[in-house]
């Protein structure tokens, strides 16, 4: 049987997701089964990066315009710069050779690891799943807590 | 030393080494060998302990002008 690792994506801040993708990916090349598990800001990281019309109430429309709406649009926890930050270090990480986040993202669809979405936060924050990216899954923290209580690595990111 | 394949990460950040060392090694029979050559620095602790947890056998590695070069042979 296989082994398992976890995390939970938990921020919605483009660094922290980079790094949560970078440990996906590599745990997936362990032959793990991971899975990431999106709830509240994290949700953000699997937004569509275009806008998708839906029928929504005043409140979660504007939750919808203030989020950041999918990975290119993510902000840094430290250093932000009223979004000069994140291109300093896009600009960083094409001059090293590191993969964008968007490019992490589909590097682990293609490995095989799951992307659950957080239905309870989503209906908080008003998203629908039209919004959300395809191909992933959607759950709560049941089962998340089934693939973690397996998992030799869980992580909160 | 003679390889079965040679996967090539020269130039390629963290995780992109271990992941196309995978994908190759999936590819393999039972004995055969891959070489992987890379110039991330942290690759030395990154094969050692992957070859080791994925259970398959680091035959050896060495380095040089900055290339690590790793014989896997697939368990």
Known sequence: MKEKSTIVLFSGDLDKAIAAFIIANGAAAYDHEVTIFFTFWGLNALRKDEAIQTKKGLLEKAFGWMMPRGPKKLGLSKMNFGGLGPQMIKHVMKKHNALSLPQLIELAQEQGVKLVACTMTMDLLGLQQEELIDEIEYAGVAAYLGDASNGKVNLFI | ?75
Not at chain 2, 28 to 47: A, C, I, R, Y
């Open chain 2, 1 to 75: 030393m003679q390889a079965d394949l040679v996967v090539d990460t020269k130039g390629l950040a963290c995780p992109m080494p271990i992941v196309r060392a995978k994908k190759a090694l999936d590819t393999l029979e039972v004995g055969q060998v891959m070489e992987v050559l890379s110039t991330d620095k942290g690759s030395v602790n990154d094969f050692q302990a992957w070859v080791k947890q994925t259970k398959h056998e680091l035959i050896k590695h060495e380095e040089e002008n900055g290339v690590y070069k790793f014989y896997v042979k697939k368990v």
